[in-house]
């Protein structure tokens, strides 16, 4: 067999097609959700961890150190395998969700930290000597301009969610590793494998293009 | 009559260093009061103590319009009724100047957006930049900036105006239009304390001049009280090396 039939076979692309299609679609809207709850909960981490009265400050700062050191397949592991001896029984795609906000959360909560924290503190004294009161001028007047500061950091920790759901798969997730190993094996052929692998590059080349650009802009906008 | 600022027995630490040492100073409604001083010696601080940017220990005390400023639910209502300009500016830069000027009246006094505007584009006009509503900050130049903060500042309609040293960060071209805009300020009778190294403008402007140094008001009263019959060496002194200058 030539290397394009066995790597490169387009009647095994054709018949695997659909299985991978939804393998991705599963890969897609895991990684939205995640990234999605994963914005929401970071932010308001960040929130508590700089503005929270102390204790909850604490516990803020311990969830955003334990979440960047586990590793996700280890919690991955332990929501899906370990908390049903506890009577919790999340499906597999809760358990993969579940894990992925949980540590993108973390990720994210140090990134809004650092980018409201780069906002200069002119901005905060003016917003209070016009009377703004704190949620005003977060949403007035400081998040806007943090979120410009945090947008490609962001979508740097997208990029790794977006990667990090390929782990689903250990937890029997229908996703596209998933999927393709399946179709890997039906087909006896590693086409769909090589197919998959050109998936995550499509979607996530452009991300990392958008990284590389934004990130230059802001350098040269420093430099100004 | 209540003065609209009244401050007792002010003092301010920095860990162990004391920026304010006992300070004591009434502000009258309609009147100007221009703090001088050599660098490092509190007026920063004196002026940030009266929106509670800075806090100041017990029991120093500062009032505005009779409602001691302290940390409570009358804070923001206090700030409101508190104008500021800050040396740097300190617009919102992702906001137009039109924005600006209207965001505390908005969300603060609860005005439409239609009024908030309107209002915006008067005070523009009176600080003589009407034509630049829609631009950003940044386009602007420094002496452009810092009237809109200035209009900023008057939108909220303030029963005091805080300057802290508004033309230091300015190009000399750009300093004589902004003095002009506080100039008119003054003579519409807003009451204005203003830090500043323009003696110029003290003198002609200010109804008292208060010199600082080393945390203390080491000497308060007229312009020509205070640069033509100094009591104080230290005054003495500092003018005089200012004039040098
Ligand atoms: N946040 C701070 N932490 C520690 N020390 C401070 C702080 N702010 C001010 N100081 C100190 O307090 C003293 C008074 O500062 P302040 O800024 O009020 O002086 P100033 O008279 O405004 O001087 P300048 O003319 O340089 O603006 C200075 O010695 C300064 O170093
Ligand atoms: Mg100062």
């Known amino acids: ?224 | 009559m209540t003065p609209v600022i009244s401050i007792n027995h002010l003092s301010k630490r920095f860990g162990t260093f004391l920026a304010l040492d006992n300070i004591d100073l009434n502000i009258e409604t309609g009147e100007v009061v221009c703090v001088i001083g050599p660098s490092g010696s509190g007026k920063s601080t004196l002026i940030r103590c009266i929106n509670l940017l800075e806090t100041f220990e017990h029991p120093g005390a500062v009032a505005v319009d009779g409602t001691p400023v302290k940390k409570d639910k009358n804070l923001t209502r206090i700030r409101e009724n508190v104008g500021m300009v800050f040396q740097s500016f300190n617009l919102f830069p992702h906001l137009t100047v039109c924005q600006n000027i209207s965001l505390a009246p908005m969300r603060v006094r609860k005005k439409t957006k239609n009024e908030a505007t309107e209002h915006a584009l008067s005070l523009l006009k009176q600080v003589g930049i009407e034509s630049q509503a829609d631009k950003y900050p940044d386009q602007l130049s420094g002496g452009q900036q810092q009237r809109v903060a200035i209009a900023r500042a008057l939108a909220m309609e303030p029963k005091v105006l805080l300057f802290d040293e508004p033309t230091s960060s300015l190009d000399p071209e750009m300093v004589g239009e902004v003095l002009d805009v506080m100039r008119q300020l003054a003579k519409s009778g807003v009451t204005m304390v203003v830090v500043t190294h323009e003696m110029g403008f003290a003198r002609e402007v200010a109804d008292r001049v208060a010199f600082m140094d080393k945390g203390k008001i080491v000497e308060i009263g007229t312009p020509s009280d205070i640069f033509d019959n100094a009591q104080e060496q230290r005054t003495r002194n500092f003018l005089s090396a200012i004039l040098a200058h």
């Open chain 1, 1 to 224: 067999m030539s290397l394009v039939e066995t790597f490169f076979n387009w009647e095994v692309f054709v018949s695997s097609f659909p299985l991978l299609l939804s393998g991705l679609r599963v890969t897609i809207s895991l990684g939205a959700v995640s990234i999605v709850a994963g914005l929401v909960l970071g932010l308001t981490i960040a929130l508590i961890r700089l503005y929270g009265v102390r204790p909850a400050q604490l516990v803020a700062r311990l969830f955003i150190d334990l979440f960047r050191s586990i590793p996700i397949l280890v919690l991955l592991i332990v929501v899906y395998y370990a908390l049903p001896f506890v009577g919790l029984n999340l499906s597999a795609f809760m358990s993969a969700a579940l894990s992925l906000t949980l540590v993108s959360a973390a990720y994210t909560a140090e990134i809004f930290r650092a980018g409201i924290e780069a906002v200069p503190r002119g901005q905060f004294e003016a917003s209070f000597a016009l009377g703004l009161n704190y949620r005003q001028m977060m949403w007035d007047v400081i998040l806007p301009q943090a979120v410009r500061i945090v947008i490609p950091p962001l979508t740097g920790n997208c990029i790794n969610v977006i990667k990090d759901t390929a782990l689903a798969s250990v937890v029997a997730m229908p996703d596209l590793v998933k999927q393709a190993t399946q179709a890997q094996a039906l087909e006896a052929n590693p086409t769909p494998l090589i197919a998959a692998a050109f998936m995550y590059i499509a979607i996530l080349l452009p991300l990392v293009y958008l990284v590389g650009q934004m990130e230059k802009k802001s350098r040269r906008a420093s430099a100004r």
